[in-house]
């Protein structure tokens, strides 16, 4: 299986927390963050990618999509620091050679005052890791 998630985590983790040096960082889901801001960064799908198979290799590239939410409780400034930090992650995600293919604000689950927003990354992935924008 061709797996770079932990590739692509920690290189977004070391840029964003050297941006923000308090930043809560995941590789999991949550529901409710323990500390603030918050940014999860996961892969959500990795499939064999179907138009590079052949008799000798049945996963010769696979197409991964990565989700990231990341979340702010400020009082005064959470919508801007959310755009801030997701503004950073798309660039490192672009430079690596994913291609966002949402960004939205989402209703934070249960709790209000969070302001949460959520953005989806798509790039197809070879066997040596080279990743290609679809």
């Known amino acids: 299986m061709i797996d770079i998630e932990s590739e692509v985590f920690t290189h977004v983790a070391t840029v964003v927390r050297d941006k923000y040096p308090k930043v809560y960082m995941t590789g999991e889901y949550v529901k409710s963050p323990p500390s603030f801001p918050c940014v999860s960064l996961i892969e959500t799908d990795n499939q064999v990618y179907r138009n590079t198979r052949d008799s000798g290799a049945i996963e010769n590239h696979v197409q991964v999509l990565y989700e990231t939410n990341v979340y702010?409780?400020?009082?005064?400034?959470?919508?801007?620091?959310?755009?801030?930090?997701?503004?950073?992650?798309?660039?490192?995600?672009?430079?690596?050679?994913?291609?966002?293919?949402?960004?939205?604000?989402?209703?934070?689950?249960?709790?209000?005052?969070?302001?949460?927003?959520?953005?989806?990354?798509?790039?197809?992935?070879?066997?040596?890791?080279?990743?290609?924008?679809?």
């Open 72 to 134: 702010s409780n400020k009082t005064a400034g959470k919508k801007s620091e959310c755009k801030a930090i997701m503004a950073l992650i798309d660039s490192e995600m672009e430079k690596m050679g994913f291609t966002r293919t949402l960004l939205n604000p989402v209703p934070n689950e249960g709790n209000a005052t969070i302001y949460r927003m959520v953005a989806r990354y798509r790039a197809i992935v070879s066997k040596d890791n080279t990743i290609y924008r679809r």
